[in-house]
């Protein structure tokens, strides 16, 4: 059978602030996409409200805009996908065998609160799915509850942006709230490399976790080696 992987993405434009812009960081979707391409995964796209996806500007001038995200950028029809993401009620958890929560700081307003995604993302965890996320994407996961009340972050090791990168990319002034400590509130164990911006990911049984932007290839390869 094809294997069937969701992506999340923001429909957040800017910080509280709106002359400070944001949106998805886009090769955190096109570099998984790409290596789930290559196997064959059939791919969807999810946001908390469905309709269009606003980009990160900064993820079109950070080294991550390789050939992957400039060919997506560059494609009408593959940029067409980021204008009608599915909303949550429209899709069957059943059918996915994993999501993955791409990242932006823009994910910081809206995954947290969503109870369409914590629905997707608890089904698919229930039915022994992969959960997934890069980046500020774990921010998606805070308030995620399990069937029996319990966190699912709790007691499980994870990474994802840390505070030292928010304040290297000189937006910790400007970041609604420190996600690193969020989920350490939450009882996970969290995760960084020794050093920032380099490509780490943490694996704890189906839960897939990478640290940045640089992360998100490594990340995909683990979630498609669990697949």
């Not at 980009?55 to 400039?70: C, G, H, I, Q």
């Not at 992969?130 to 500020?136: A, Y």
Request: aromatic content about 8%; proline content about 5%.
């Amino acid at each position: 059978m094809t294997q069937r992987i969701l992506h999340v993405v923001t429909n957040v434009g800017h910080y509280d602030d709106p002359s400070h812009p944001t949106g998805l960081w886009l090769s955190e979707l096109t570099h998984a996409w790409e290596v789930f391409a290559e196997r064959g995964v059939e791919q969807t796209i999810v946001s908390p409200q469905g309709g269009r996806s606003p980009l990160e500007p900064r993820s079109l001038k950070f080294p991550t805009y390789d050939k992957t995200a400039k060919a997506w950028h560059g494609d009408p029809d593959r940029m067409e996908l980021l204008e009608r993401t599915a909303r949550p009620d429209e899709i069957d958890a059943a059918d996915y065998d994993a999501i993955y929560f791409t990242g932006g700081h823009a994910v910081m307003y809206d995954f947290p609160d969503s109870e369409g995604l914590q629905r997707l993302t608890r089904e698919i965890w229930e039915q022994g799915g992969v959960v997934s996320s890069v980046c500020h994407g774990y921010c998606g996961l805070l308030n995620t509850r399990l069937s029996d009340g319990t966190l699912l972050v709790t007691g499980r090791r994870l990474t994802g942006f840390a505070w030292t990168e928010e304040v290297l990319a000189r937006v910790d002034k400007i970041v609604p709230y420190n996600a690193e400590e969020a989920v350490k509130d939450r009882g996970a164990l969290y995760q960084k490399a020794k050093l920032p911006f380099v490509s780490f990911v943490v694996v704890d049984g189906n839960l897939v976790t990478g640290q940045n932007p640089g992360s998100a290839r490594e990340t995909a390869e683990k979630v498609a080696a669990l697949l």
